[in-house]
């Protein structure tokens, strides 16, 4: 697609976008199912330009807003906004990605002026650097402003000022020159070659026809008899053998104790563990666990704590006193309201424990129906996948008709190509000879600017040669840096506060002994202070200590009476928990019946392969113990033969004799 085509493609996207209608992705399919001509290259640059426009949009709004506020761009409709936003989106992201070629491209395709104008404002060093980098660094961090948005403009900004160039000359009409008369080129023709006759089709050769081979034999799949035979026999003497050792255990001899004693025992696990000791070289020492205090345990308080809970003493006191007094006065008790009070929370708790189980039997319930409903989604999805297939062997026969079909199509393009290889000799020698006419310019051009850049590399170390002279000339003139101080005057800068240096030190002597008569006084007053609170919180330590003790007696008293008076667990009855349990048995019975017609029946086929895998599993585990053995031989073998198993030449001559003569 050309370059104006997907700049159009991606204003329009731009223009149809409403934030608070819909969302990206769901504006991006909309518009892509929209346009299905276009191939994948082109949809992946729409929708990224797209994106990076909307994600960004705080950074082309800045610019495009400005431009907008100046002279030129007042000139301009504010229809052709997203045409900016994606071109100013293009030159901050997506320049070293696209190049300057295919960017003057984009840039080209749209009306010139416009374009001057607008490049000419955003790519000024009076605006990029200023006001837009301001701007910029509001919204987002200035490491990212400089990183990630300045420095590929500033890399990218003499090809970008020759593209403005370029702009204002066609604005200008500097390029309308005289055309050159280019003289048509020889158009080279086709030798006039006798045709050759066309080949005769060969007769195909006949497909021979394979002789129907000879089945398998059944017993290539099963294991030899003699392996069940061996196997059947090590089980009877495994067996018997147990029932021989259980026989001589259960009969010994009775003049002997077969058991030892406790005592024995224990000097036998003692022994054993001072040789274990002993083998244990390198033994890192656990710290022993601390013991177990539980009786009287101390708990230090700090002074808050003690002052938390002597005004929380004090205020139970208060309130039994004020309680007291009312009873004096002739206030009411309250027994019979806490009796009531009691009845009623008994009764929330029996209520409580109805709604309880009334929640656990309609949890079990929905669980049933919940097994009941997935059982008839399993029914619908097995119908669904036989629809599924059904529908994917009618796409795969459309598919191969449509594959034929495109067969014959390639072939086609294949000999239209072919026919117009002909001409391509002569096009490639005319490119190769531009090729090396722009090469042979741009050598000229890079030694020219080499040589400028020479020269002015030697100015600027003239230049700075001679302030270098002129530096050292200035450090080599003497300086007097010795200056006479006169601690008894001033400085003489004319202040009203102005002291020397003596005077001074005097008042700082006499504001020094006045702090430290302050800091006296202050050290008096906060001991006497400390020591009554200390006095406060003694007297608090031993309110508490009273308090704690009658609070774990009435706490004692209160247990007693406590378990004189508990009784059995309230059992819960009501009508409706009645009928849910009635409901719970009906989904369960319905549940096991939904499940025995939905049970797989297991057919001759699939109980013979499980057999057969039976069998492959066994006979591998056979074969694995077989290993093990032999190699535990070879290292006996090795061990006998005074070679350690870990050496080299033992791993030499665990191998095979094909594997030693290779390593030979």
């Excluded at 055309?179 to 005769?200: D, G, L, S, Y």
């Excluded at 113990?625 to 070679?643: D, F, M, P």
Aim: with cysteine; hydrophobic share 35%; charged share 40%.
């Amino acid at each position: 697609m050309s370059h104006k085509k997907l700049l159009a493609c991606c204003v329009e996207l731009l223009d149809t976008f409403n934030p608070e209608e819909n969302c990206v992705e769901d504006h991006l399919k909309h518009f892509l199912k929209k346009n299905k001509t276009l191939d994948e290259n082109d949809q992946t640059f729409i929708v990224e330009v797209f994106s990076g426009c909307v994600r960004y949009s705080p950074i082309m709004k800045v610019v495009v807003d400005g431009f907008y506020n100046v002279k030129e761009g007042k000139r301009s409709l504010r229809s052709e906004r997203n045409i900016y936003v994606a071109l100013c989106y293009m030159t901050v992201f997506r320049l070293d990605e696209l190049g300057i070629v295919h960017f003057s491209n984009f840039v080209k395709s749209q009306d010139v002026n416009r374009m001057h104008n607008f490049f000419s404002f955003f790519l000024a060093d009076e605006n990029l650097k200023k006001w837009i980098k301001d701007e910029w660094c509001k919204h987002y961090d200035p490491g990212f402003t400089q990183d990630i948005l300045l420095k590929p403009l500033q890399r990218w900004m003499p090809e970008l000022e020759k593209m403005i160039s370029q702009l204002a000359d066609k604005v200008a009409n500097k390029n309308n020159l005289p055309k050159k008369v280019v003289k048509p080129a020889t158009q080279p023709r086709e030798f006039n070659i006798t045709q050759p006759k066309p080949r005769a089709i060969p007769v195909p050769e006949r497909i021979p026809k394979l002789h129907k081979h000879r089945p398998v034999p059944e017993s290539t799949y099963q294991p030899p008899r003699e392996q069940a035979l061996l196997a059947e026999a090590e089980e009877m003497n495994r067996r018997r053998a147990e029932e021989i050792l259980m026989d001589a255990n259960r009969f010994q001899f009775r003049a002997a104790i077969s058991e030892k004693s406790a005592k024995t025992k224990k000097i036998m696990a003692e022994i054993m563990d001072e040789e274990d000791a002993k083998l244990d070289f390198e033994k890192n020492r656990a710290r022993p666990l601390p013991r177990h205090v539980t009786e009287n345990i101390p708990i230090k308080l700090n002074t808050a704590a003690i002052l938390r809970e002597g005004a929380l003493v004090q205020k139970k006191e208060d309130d039994e006193l004020k309680k007291l007094l009312d009873l004096e006065a002739g206030a009411k008790d309250a027994s019979e309201f806490l009796e009531w009070q009691q009845k009623m929370r008994q009764k929330d708790y029996d209520e409580q424990l109805a709604e309880i189980e009334r929640r656990r039997l309609e949890g079990k319930l929905s669980h049933e129906e919940a097994i009941l409903a997935r059982q008839t989604l399993v029914k619908e999805n097995r119908q669904k996948v036989q629809d599924m297939k059904e529908e994917t062997k009618q796409l795969m026969q459309e598919y191969v008709h449509q594959r034929m079909e495109d067969e014959k199509e390639m072939k086609r393009l294949v000999e239209i190509v072919m026919s117009t290889h002909k001409n391509a000799i002569q096009a490639r020698e005319q490119l190769r000879e531009y090729k090396r006419k722009i090469v042979e310019e741009v050598n000229i051009e890079s030694q020219e600017l080499l040589r400028q850049a020479l020269e002015d590399e030697e100015e600027e170390m003239k230049r700075k040669f001679e302030i270098i002279q002129q530096i050292r000339a200035m450090e080599a003139v003497p300086v007097v840096r010795q200056k006479f101080v006169d601690l008894a005057s001033t400085a003489g800068h004319q202040l009203l506060s102005e002291l020397s240096i003596l005077e001074l030190k005097e008042r700082l002597g006499l504001m020094k002994e006045t702090q430290r008569k302050s800091e006296e006084e202050k050290r008096d007053e906060i001991l006497t202070a400390k020591q009554g609170k200390d006095k406060k919180l003694m007297d608090t330590l031993e309110q508490i200590s009273r308090h704690r003790a009658e609070t774990s007696k009435a706490a004692a008293l209160k247990l007693e009476k406590k378990r004189a008076t508990s009784g059995k667990k309230p059992e819960v009855t009501d009508p409706k928990l009645q009928d849910l349990h009635r409901k719970l048995q009906e989904k369960k019975a319905e549940r096991l019946r939904e499940t025995e017609k939905m049970k797989i029946k297991s057919d001759k086929k699939s109980a013979g392969r499980t057999q057969e895998l039976a069998r492959e599993k066994k006979a591998l585990e056979e074969n694995r113990w077989k290993e093990l053995e032999r190699t535990k031989e070879k290292q006996a073998k090795l061990v006998t033969q005074g070679i350690r198993p870990g050496t080299r030449s033992a791993q030499i001559l665990n191998r095979s004799p094909a594997a030693r003569k290779v390593s030979a």
